[in-house]
């Protein structure tokens, strides 16, 4: 039992030593393994939100307003004939009546829908158009769009994670490191004060309790041993870079997706009013060309009409699909998404192929990492067979320097990349 507890008594230091590093080099890898969780929880947020974004766009410009269109234009044209004031003229007589007939079964027909940007006067302008702005802002709002937003709060969770990585890591390598020296100071002392102190329990080489001719040996097993922690930590940091930037690439391509279809889909609707005007404008040049023709005063008329109607359209046209701002109720992602231009999509473009260029980088490192970090296993499972005696000593010893200095060539490669 004597002989047990000098023996604990001598290497309680190094087996505290040896556990401590395994549990912090544990808990880098569990932060770790948190930090992508995140990362990769943030890119389905993106997704959701992008998508929900974009359905609400489309309800908001394809859905409603392209049901509204066909009321707003009529009233448009139905005030347009009526500025005419020419109840003498049997023609127009005729078509201020069929346009007010026309204006009151279209609201009778919104008003028994569910379409609620057409139905009342919540939403209808002076000039007999809609807000749509508003209107996509209250859609915004009621089917909470800006809740699904959670993906950047995410990502600085994943961020503070890999900080804990970072941490765990280091301490990792402080320990080691200040074990060594504080070992190698012992060691030296323990030799020239007490030569027949307790065996070494061999969990870490200690090449300074080793005769001369094998501190050689030791220093290398001791480097191999020194290797492992630390290309650990850095093949976890390349883990967490190239799964942030991964994660980052995800969500910059929803974010295109998403900035190019809804601005798109505001642009459609925009070009398809502009030619309803421009079709308005062109059905009353007709008319008067008619008019030309059989010297019809009423056909003259309606058709000054409806060029003025297409005209005055033309700015309704312009007012609903204008660009949204912060002071209709809509968020500020939609504001910019709905204001975007190719140049716009093109930046964000090159952002997601330099971030994506990134992630393979330094996935590709990591993987070479995790190479030099089994071939540094290998060493020191070399150095420990080379530290037996016979005659595979010097082969044993060959073979882990040669590894060593490979793993430890690809480990200063990839730092420094």
């Known amino acids: 039992m004597t002989g047990i507890r000098a023996w604990l008594t001598a290497n309680l230091l190094q087996v505290t030593v040896t556990v401590v590093v395994t549990l912090l080099l544990a808990l880098?890898?569990?932060?770790?393994?948190?930090?992508?969780?995140?990362?990769?929880?943030?890119?389905?947020?993106?997704a959701r939100s992008t998508t929900a974004r974009v359905e609400t766009v489309r309800f908001v410009y394809q859905s409603e307003l392209s049901l509204a269109i066909g009321l707003a234009q009529?009233?448009?044209?139905?005030?347009?004939?009526?500025?005419l004031d020419a109840p003498d003229v049997p023609e127009v007589a005729g078509e201020v009546a069929a346009t007010d007939q026309l204006v009151a079964q279209l609201e009778m027909n919104v008003d028994q829908a569910s379409n609620e940007l057409a139905r009342g006067d919540a939403y209808t302008t002076a000039d007999g158009g809609y807000d749509v702005p508003r209107r996509l802002g209250d859609v915004i709002d009621k089917e909470e769009v800006t809740d699904l937003d959670m993906s950047a709060a995410t990502m600085r969770d994943g961020d503070g994670w890999a900080r804990w990585t970072t941490v765990w890591a280091m301490l990792a390598l402080a320990v080691a490191a200040a074990y060594v020296v504080l070992a190698a100071v012992r060691?030296?002392?323990?030799?020239?004060?007490?030569?027949?102190?307790a065996p070494d329990v061999g969990l870490i080489p200690a090449p300074w309790n080793e005769p001369r001719t094998g501190?050689?040996?030791?220093?290398?097993?001791?480097?191999?041993?020194?290797?492992?922690?630390?290309l650990t930590a850095e093949q976890l940091a390349l883990s967490d870079e190239s799964?942030?930037?991964?994660?980052?690439?995800?969500?910059?391509?929803?974010?295109?997706?998403?900035?190019?279809?809804?601005?798109?889909?505001?642009?459609?609707a925009a070009s398809d009013l502009q030619m309803r005007g421009i079709d308005l404008s062109m059905t009353g040049l007709s008319r008067q060309y008619a008019a030309?023709?059989?010297?019809?005063?009423?056909?003259?008329?309606?058709?000054t009409a409806e060029e003025q109607?297409?005209?005055?359209?033309?700015?309704?046209?312009?007012?609903?699909t204008e660009a949204p701002t912060a002071e209709d109720g809509v968020d500020p992602i939609t504001v910019e998404w709905l204001a975007s231009e190719p140049a716009d999509w093109q930046r964000l473009a090159d952002r997601q192929e330099d971030v994506q260029i990134a992630s393979?980088?330094?996935?590709?490192y990591g993987d070479a990492v995790a190479l030099a970090l089994l071939m540094a296993a290998l060493a020191a499972t070399a150095a420990t067979v080379a530290r037996l005696p016979g005659g595979l000593r010097r082969s044993a010893s060959l073979l882990a320097g040669s590894l060593l200095a490979v793993a430890t060539a690809i480990g200063v490669v990839a730092a420094l990349a």
Request: charged content about 20%.
């Open 360 to 364: 393979e980088h330094a996935g590709t």
């Open 187 to 197: 060691g030296r002392r323990r030799r020239r004060t007490d030569p027949a102190s």
């Open 309 to 320: 109607a297409g005209a005055r359209w033309l700015q309704v046209a312009a007012a609903m």
């Open 292 to 303: 030309t023709l059989d010297g019809s005063q009423g056909q003259q008329l309606l058709g």
């Open 243 to 268: 799964g942030r930037a991964a994660a980052e690439s995800s969500r910059l391509i929803s974010q295109i997706s998403g900035s190019a279809t809804v601005s798109q889909v505001r642009s459609g």
């Open 74 to 83: 009529a009233r448009v044209r139905r005030d347009t004939v009526r500025s």
């Open 215 to 230: 501190r050689l040996i030791g220093a290398l097993a001791l480097a191999a041993w020194v290797a492992l922690p630390v």
């Open 28 to 46: 880098a890898t569990w932060s770790g393994a948190k930090a992508n969780g995140s990362w990769q929880q943030a890119t389905r947020q993106e």
